[in-house]
T-cell receptor, first 113, second 114 residues
Framework: KNQVEQSPQSLIILEGKNCTLQ??????????LRWYKQDTGRGPVSLTIMTFSENTKSNGRYTATLDADTKQSSLHITASQLSDSASYIC????????????FGAGTTVTVRA | KAGVTQTPRYLIKTRGQQVTLSCSPI?????VSWYQQTPGQGLQFLFEYFSETQRNKGNFPGRFSGRQFSNSRSEMNVSTLELGDSALYLC?????????????FGEGSRLTVL
């Protein structure tokens, strides 16, 4: 079972509207949680990275929140633009010296004019 | 500051052949990690190199191998290609390590196996 579950799998929104993506994880002990944006056929680009002590972090119109108690994170996109059409991937890091990154399957966002 | 560069961007091979992909990390980054991305499986970790040493390896067969040079540039090799190896191969560099440091991804190498 994947340790990082994202929902919804995909969504369609109208330009200018807001949307929220969800990420639930079971990874423990937790080190950090990251959100990436990946345009079709391109490499992922980092949006935010939060440690367990951070509750929220913003990057322009993107705001990520983290509840380490419930092991949930959300990514909120404000006033969506056509360029926000992409896949958004949640990545959780285990507190370890070894490589311990768990990837979500991603949420595909389509913004329509 | 130049980003992560991957070459080639696109390539087509036939079953049984081998392929070598290259990744040049951001200057000063010592960690390079490799990923396979397919529509059905999402991003899957292949291996991570740090200062020329393989630090971690994912659950892929021995046909997948890699190495890192003294200038931190990395290569991955896939031998005896199979149809299922068709994917986008991404590399990412980070300063301290993939687990703790921010990952900077390249644009990927799109491999098609016929």
């Amino acid at each position: 079972k994947n340790q990082v579950e994202q929902s919804p799998q995909s969504l369609i929104i109208l330009e200018g509207k807001n949307c929220t993506l969800q990420c639930n994880y079971t990874v423990s002990p937790f080190s950090n949680l990251r959100w990436y944006k990946q345009d079709t056929g391109r490499g992922p680009v980092s949006l935010t990275i939060m440690t367990f002590s951070e509750n929220t972090k913003s990057n322009g119109r993107y705001t990520a929140t983290l509840d380490a108690d419930t092991k949930q994170s959300s990514l909120h996109i404000t006033a969506s633009q056509l360029s926000d059409s992409a896949s958004y991937i949640c990545v959780v890091s285990l507190l370890s010296n070894d490589y311990k990154l768990s990837f979500g399957a991603g949420t595909t966002v389509t913004v329509r004019a | 500051k130049a980003g992560v560069t991957q070459t080639p961007r696109y390539l087509i091979k036939t079953r049984g052949q081998q392929v070598t992909l290259s990744c040049s990390p951001i200057s000063g980054h010592r960690s390079v990690s490799w990923y396979q991305q397919t529509p059905g499986q999402g991003l899957q970790f292949l291996f991570e190199y740090f200062s020329e040493t393989q630090r971690n390896k994912g659950n892929f067969p021995g046909r997948f191998s890699g190495r890192q040079f003294s200038n931190s540039r990395s290569e991955m090799n896939v031998s005896t290609l199979e149809l299922g190896d068709s994917a986008l191969y991404l590399c990412a560099s980070s300063f301290g390590g993939a687990n703790t440091g921010e990952l900077f991804f390249g644009e990927g190498s799109r491999l098609t196996v016929l």
